[in-house]
């Protein structure tokens, strides 16, 4: 059957759910972290900018507790975005960081290699602490390192337990595409929330408490195109009492150079040098910049 609209699908297995051992409030903090997921990535599109995407619990059912949501503003999605990429950039990634988190088992993932282009996407090769690889979106990678949806994460995996609900299949279905991830009770675990907090991509720059910063040679080492505001990710090559090792969230002065400094990203082999104004965090290293400029590091000659 031909499906007129995306479907979510979550259905959640155990003992439990039979003989009513597993609480109300935990099954709707699985609902209510799904739709905050949903939420948090639709606010970072500029297409769907202001628009509230609403879900309707269409069926649930005893036992196994399984839960089908649609989505009900349809028309519009179809209209900004096309309704095959939403299902795979919205309804889809909530899944893929859900796979991703059980693949890092809570641990950091490297990226190896440079990112590529294929069929339209940037991808990029990802190993685990096995040493396992996978292939992932660019985009979904760096989800994935902001812990962008680790709370919500939480709120759906936080219902599993040894003997009461023992694991869970999340996906999403549209005409011939279908997609899910499995999650056992013992990958809970993987899910635990880490007490550095995440850096809020949402939140404004505050020049309150920013400072002007020296010169940076370095690399913009990624492009987010779903971050509204801050779209960078710097890698400083020099200054690590300053800047330390990690890479620094950027926002721009001045949003019509975006599309240069995406283009200098990519054909620019060497490293560059950032100029603008920095926000310290309480280890005193920096954590985000505004760049007011952007140029070439051009290395001095001994022979000029």
Do not use: W
Not at 94 to 110: R, V, Y
Not at 157 to 172: A, N, P, Q
Not at 227 to 250: D, M, V
Request: charged content about 35%; hydrophobic content about 35%; glycine content about 6%.
């Amino acid at each position: 059957m031909k499906e007129e609209y995306p479907i979510c699908f979550l259905k959640y297995e155990g003992p439990g759910l039979t003989t009513g051992a597993v609480s109300a409030s935990k099954l709707g903090n699985v609902l209510i972290g799904v739709d905050n997921a949903l939420q948090k990535l639709i606010r970072r599109d500029e297409k769907l900018k202001g628009i509230k995407i609403n879900l309707e619990v269409e069926e649930a059912r005893r036992g196994s507790f399984e839960v089908i949501l649609t989505i009900i503003t349809v028309a519009y999605i179809a209209e900004k975005l096309g309704i095959l990429e939403f299902t795979k950039n919205f309804i889809g990634e909530i899944g893929t960081q859900l796979a991703l988190k059980i693949f890092s088992k809570n641990k950091k993932l490297e990226k190896s290699g440079r990112p590529i282009i294929e069929n339209g996407r940037m991808v990029v090769n990802i190993i685990n602490i096995n040493g396992e690889t996978k292939e992932i979106n660019l985009e979904s990678f760096h989800n994935f390192e902001e812990r962008l949806l680790d709370k919500e994460l939480r709120s759906i995996t936080d219902i599993l337990e040894k003997d009461k609900v023992e694991s869970f299949r999340y996906g999403y279905r549209y005409e011939a595409l279908k997609e899910e991830v499995y999650v056992s009770h013992k990958d809970k675990e993987y899910f635990e929330i880490s007490e550095a907090p995440p850096i809020d991509l949402e939140e404004d720059f505050d020049e309150n408490i920013a400072e002007d910063i020296p010169p940076i040679k370095g690399k913009l080492v990624s492009y987010q195109a779903l971050a509204t505001k801050y779209p960078f990710q710097f890698q400083p090559r020099e200054k690590q009492e300053l800047y330390g090792k990690r890479f620094i969230t950027c926002i721009l002065s001045d949003e019509s150079k975006r599309d240069d400094y995406i283009e200098l990203m990519k054909s620019h082999v060497g490293d560059l040098v950032i100029h603008g104004r920095g926000i310290k965090d309480k280890s005193g290293l920096y954590r985000k910049i505004k760049i007011t400029s952007i140029e070439k590091y051009e290395q001095l000659s001994l022979f000029e």
